[in-house]
């Protein structure tokens, strides 16, 4: 087969590699100029002339990512790039901390140590929690969906009727970290991400970081890889249309070449897929119903602040933050990789990089960046008197929006045309994995659908809860 694949991000460069080690002609082309999408890196230069690598920000690798490290194996067998992240504390207005170090890996041991840890929670406050919504966490199965989707986040979180602080202090950080608004995420999406990351996952909340660039550490390589299998790699190439009435399928680029294809892979965001199929209303009318729900949430913002002084020598590499306005993490970069310790080695400051998540659309520029500031100036009174020597500020809005009841009408990774495959983070996937690890699977699907045989294995974690023939 000769495939092409649209998008280099993970579920693009999956399906590529799978299908290159299968024998297959591949050819990925990627609209920016560096291959990773949203998990990229590009280089840019510090006012000094040092050339540094930017990222959209700090990503955790968990450990039930099964098929990212699989993907990530292909190029370092030890996975050497992946440094464990001690604990993952979450910061409080006047100081509180939850912290998820050392939790045990079973429910209901996990769930018992974590309130018993949680200040916030009293004993006075248990017979208040509603216990039915609580246990439907340890329910997840497929009738989740039907039960929940209908609802948000908010609906459901209230109903748990946890004391305010508990709630904030532990669910807050993981709904956010989904980059939905609470009160527009699917109940179902989050009990589904509560199942996957913390209660069914034999291998606890924790997670491990890149010590490198992810281009460096991931993408570059992994470009090498394929390209060693006979791949053709184009990265500043938009695919501008389709013609899929054609056998071989026409494939229109931003260059003003066509290529010709008997399979694709769309690897795309929602934006690149939604400007894609406007463009190509036969694509448009093969997703058909899924298009409605192919919307993106709201913006994200990063903030990657080198300072003239360092933050305290015991500040976590990353910890989440609630009640600090629109901050939801600080990253302290010089802890995480390699290239920023280097830089802090010779100018003795330090590098932070501010995350918020979902931040309100009418929020402007110089509003968000007072108010990460003003988080980090809260969380680490040290950093009040540093000094900025350079930032960098993003602000993308190319996330999938997951609203209240948009399950159904969500797409997999088959379409009615044989030859089409969809993969990326959005796709409805036939067991629990999110973010990066439901891109990476997704595109292994892909590529396993076209080849006709399961070539790729999808190792995943238990698809139920253990309460699920409870159907709470
Ligand atoms: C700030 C931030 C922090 C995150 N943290 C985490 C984390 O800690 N853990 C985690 O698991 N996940 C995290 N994620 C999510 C993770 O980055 C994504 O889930 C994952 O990278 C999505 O991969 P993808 O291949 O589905 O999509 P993308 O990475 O978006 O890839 C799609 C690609 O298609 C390209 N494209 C679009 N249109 C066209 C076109 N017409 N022609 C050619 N190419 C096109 C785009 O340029 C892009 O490269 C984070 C994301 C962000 C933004």
Redesign the pocket.
């Known amino acids: 087969m000769r495939v092409f694949v649209?998008?280099?991000?993970?579920?693009?460069?999956?399906a590529a590699t799978v299908l290159a080690e299968a024998g297959h002609e591949v050819i990925v082309?990627?609209?920016?100029e560096f291959?990773?999408?949203?998990?990229?890196a590009w280089t840019e230069t510090l006012p000094d002339g040092t050339p540094f690598q930017m990222?959209?920000?700090?990503?955790?690798?968990?450990r039930q990512?099964h098929c990212?490290r699989a993907l990530m194996r292909r190029v370092d067998p030890d996975l050497r790039v992946l440094q464990p992240a001690e604990d993952y504390p979450v910061l409080g207005p006047e100081g509180a901390v939850q912290t998820f170090r050392d939790l045990p890996t079973s429910t209901p041991a996990n769930i018992a140590t974590l309130a018993w840890r949680t200040p916030t929670i009293g004993l006075f406050d248990l017979p208040r929690v509603r216990l039915k919504p609580t246990l439907a966490m340890m329910a997840y199965g497929d009738h989740t969906w039907a039960k929940w989707d209908g609802l948000s986040a908010t609906d459901y979180l209230d109903a748990l009727r946890f004391p305010a602080e508990a709630r904030r202090m532990l669910f807050e950080v993981f709904s956010h970290?989904f980059?939905n608004p609470e009160d527009d995420f699917s109940a179902a999406e989050l009990l589904m991400q509560f199942h996957f990351y913390f209660l069914a996952n034999p291998e606890g909340l924790v997670?491990d970081t890149m010590r490198e660039p992810f281009s460096t550490g991931l993408f570059e390589p992994l470009a090498g890889y394929l390209r060693e299998r006979g791949a053709s790699l184009r990265t500043g190439?938009?695919?501008?249309r389709l013609n899929l009435g054609r056998d071989p399928i026409a494939i229109t680029l931003?260059d003003g070449t066509v290529e010709r294809a008997d399979a694709l892979v769309l690897?795309?965001?929602v934006?690149?897929?939604r400007?894609?199929a406007q463009a190509s209303p036969p694509l448009g009318a093969l997703l058909g119903d899924a298009m409605g729900s192919l919307q993106t949430t709201w913006p994200?913002a990063?903030h990657r602040l080198w300072l003239d002084r360092p933050v305290r020598a015991d500040r976590a590499p990353f910890a989440g933050t609630v009640g600090l306005g629109i901050l939801d993490n600080i990253s302290v970069y010089e802890k995480l990789e390699t290239e920023s310790a280097a830089w802090t080695r010779a100018h003795g400051g330090s590098v932070v990089e501010l995350?918020a998540?979902a931040v309100p659309p009418t929020m402007d520029e110089a509003a968000m960046k007072a108010e990460m500031l003003q988080g980090l100036h809260t969380a680490y009174p040290e950093t009040r008197g540093a000094k900025v020597l350079h930032d960098v500020f993003l602000l993308?809005e190319?996330?999938p929006a997951f609203r209240p009841g948009s399950y159904a009408a969500r797409p997999g990774v088959a379409t009615a045309d044989p030859r089409v495959k969809l993969?990326?983070?959005?796709?409805k996937m036939p067991f629990p994995c999110?973010?990066?690890?439901?891109?990476?699977a997704?595109?292994f699907t892909a590529a396993n659908q076209l080849l006709g045989e399961a070539r790729e294995p999808l190792p995943h974690g238990p698809p139920r809860g253990p309460l699920a023939r409870f159907r709470l």
């Open positions: 649209a998008g280099g991000g993970l579920a693009g460069l999956s082309a990627e609209r920016e291959w990773g999408g949203r998990a990229g990222e959209r920000g700090f990503h955790a690798f968990f990512y990212l970290s980059f997670f190439t938009s695919v501008e931003s690897g795309l965001s934006p690149g897929l400007g894609l994200f990063v995350h998540y993308r190319d996330c993969a990326g983070d959005y796709v999110a973010l990066m690890e439901r891109a990476t997704s595109g």
